[in-house]
């Protein structure tokens, strides 16, 4: 009984000893704000309609929506994401397991003037659901967002597939996709 009593207590001072690493990334990292904003000839309700149709058919579906002001609405879509070439027959089981805990989160604001709207879309990985801090998220405090820290041992074998890259391709094929459906008038 004070063998195992020992072991626990060693197995919680070695695991307390592994170095740990915080994970940062979005799209921040790799968009400017020119280019992850569109411009619509369009009123908010329609161009919200559109964004929230296209990132469902992307399998990310709204989760949240926050109405900042009369004009001011920010809409929340989180959703798995599979790892290109990282599947079940992945050589690396680790790798493979590590890469089916990460997905994606977007927020997208939908400013409206009622004839135009502007949307301003943001992304970011989550692993286990949870989406990691990144450059950016200060731009949704008036939505009353906030993140936490997501750490993860210093050996994880996937930091690359949180970086970002991901849900910048995302909004970009987003946005090409909104102004093909959307076009001026």
Do not use: H
């Given at each position: ?29 790799y968009l400017t704000q020119a280019g992850a904003r569109v411009n ?30 009369p004009t001011n609405a920010v809409l929340f879509f989180r959703g ?106």
């Open positions: 009984m004070r063998i195992v009593r020992i072991l626990g207590v060693l197995a919680i001072v070695l695991q307390a000893c592994v170095p740990m690493r915080t994970l940062r990334g979005s799209t921040s990292t619509l000839n369009r009123p908010g309700a329609t161009a919200g309609a559109a964004v929230q149709e296209i990132f469902a058919e992307r399998g990310f579906p709204l989760v949240n929506r926050f109405q900042v002001s798995g994401r599979f790892a290109p070439g990282y599947g079940p027959t992945s050589a690396d089981p680790m790798w493979a397991a590590a890469a089916s805990q990460v997905g994606s989160w977007f927020a997208v604001r939908i400013t409206d003037d009622g004839v135009k709207s502007t949307l301003m879309l943001y992304g970011k990985p989550t692993v286990n659901g949870t989406e990691i801090c990144g450059e950016g998220d200060d731009q949704l405090r008036d939505a009353r967002y906030s993140c936490i820290d997501v750490r993860v041992r210093e050996d994880w074998p996937t930091t690359q597939l949180v970086e970002g890259r991901e849900e910048t391709e995302v909004i970009s094929a987003v946005i090409s996709t909104l102004t093909e459906r959307l076009p001026e008038r």
